[in-house]
């Protein structure tokens, strides 16, 4: 943790450093995520989650608002914070670790950040922060072993109101076995008027040649990769920037 009397690299307060930008008027884009963690007696401790920022460069997500809306049956659990540090234009004395120790929390070999605090996740709470900070959800279990418990989260990404981003504004729905079942509802109403059918064969190798459209199968694999490149993404972030080596070396 940063020491308390430290983390003045600016010269000045860190909350003098607020700036405000408007949004009033504009149409901004969200993505919307919901995640419910659920303890069992089986399993009765949720790890943690992993150090991490929100999305990729092309979601250009800016801020994030989290809303705890239903807490049953777990422990004290927190939304922990960190930044990467970069020291241009510090000054200090070469191989000073204790005083780099004692005003910026930092160890000599040490990953090159500072956890700069934590929020406790309680229930009908909102946390909301800009994606600058790599955050981490701590570990949590069961209140009372013998009963099951959870936690439900909604979260709203903003997505960068300077750049927009395809979206269902204007991308249809892809669910094949929704494009199929309008195909049958338009074909019931036809052939209640002309008297004509289409054998139900047909119908699929209509939906089998049109475009943009994936199964239920075809979608869960893609978010298999997602999810793969995003673990590959977390740990390039991580080795580039947030958990290089800190030293003194003044080259």
């Given at each position: 943790?940063?020491?308390?009397?430290?983390?003045?690299?600016?010269?000045?307060?860190?909350?003098c450093r607020e700036t405000t930008y408007?949004?009033?008027?504009?149409?901004?884009?969200?993505?919307?995520?919901?995640?419910?963690?659920?303890?069992?007696?089986?399993?009765?401790?949720?790890?943690?989650?992993?150090?991490?920022?929100?999305?990729?460069?092309n979601e250009r997500i800016v801020a994030?608002?989290?809303?705890?809306?239903?807490?049953?049956?777990?422990?004290?659990?927190?939304?922990?914070?960190?930044?990467?540090?970069?020291?241009?234009?510090?000054?200090?004395?070469?191989?000073?670790?204790?005083?780099?120790?004692?005003?910026?929390?930092?160890?000599?070999?040490?990953?090159?950040?500072?956890?700069?605090?934590?929020?406790?996740?309680?229930?009908?709470?909102?946390?909301?922060?800009?994606?600058?900070?790599?955050?981490?959800?701590?570990?949590?279990?069961?209140?009372?072993?013998?009963?099951?418990?959870?936690?439900?989260?909604?979260?709203?990404?903003?997505?960068?109101?300077?750049?927009?981003?395809?979206?269902?504004?204007?991308?249809?729905?892809?669910?094949?076995?929704?494009?199929?079942?309008?195909?049958?509802?338009?074909?019931?109403?036809?052939?209640?008027?002309?008297?004509?059918?289409?054998?139900?064969?047909?119908?699929?190798?209509?939906?089998?040649?049109?475009?943009?459209?994936?199964?239920?199968?075809?979608?869960?694999?893609?978010?298999?990769?997602?999810?793969?490149?995003?673990?590959?993404?977390?740990?390039?972030?991580?080795?580039?920037?947030?958990?290089?080596?800190?030293?003194?070396?003044?080259?």
């Amino acid at each position: 943790m940063v020491n308390e009397h430290g983390y003045c690299g600016s010269g000045q307060d860190i909350t003098c450093r607020e700036t405000t930008y408007s949004i009033q008027g504009a149409i901004v884009q969200v993505i919307v995520k919901l995640a419910n963690i659920h303890l069992t007696p089986e399993k009765p401790e949720y790890p943690g989650g992993s150090w991490h920022v929100e999305g990729m460069a092309n979601e250009r997500i800016v801020a994030s608002g989290i809303y705890y809306y239903d807490c049953e049956n777990i422990t004290e659990s927190q939304l922990a914070f960190r930044v990467g540090v970069n020291f241009e234009g510090a000054v200090y004395e070469q191989s000073d670790a204790k005083g780099i120790r004692l005003t910026w929390g930092m160890e000599r070999g040490g990953p090159n950040n500072q956890v700069v605090g934590a929020v406790k996740t309680s229930q009908n709470r909102c946390i909301a922060f800009p994606n600058i900070y790599q955050h981490q959800v701590s570990s949590f279990k069961l209140v009372d072993p013998t009963k099951p418990g959870h936690r439900k989260i909604v979260a709203l990404f903003l997505v960068d109101p300077e750049h927009r981003i395809p979206s269902t504004s204007n991308i249809p729905p892809q669910q094949s076995h929704w494009t199929r079942k309008a195909i049958f509802e338009a074909l019931a109403k036809g052939n209640h008027r002309m008297k004509v059918s289409l054998p139900v064969e047909l119908v699929d190798m209509v939906v089998d040649h049109l475009d943009n459209l994936m199964t239920l199968a075809e979608a869960k694999a893609y978010r298999e990769e997602l999810m793969d490149e995003r673990t590959a993404f977390v740990d390039v972030v991580n080795e580039q920037h947030f958990c290089t080596d800190f030293n003194f070396c003044e080259h």
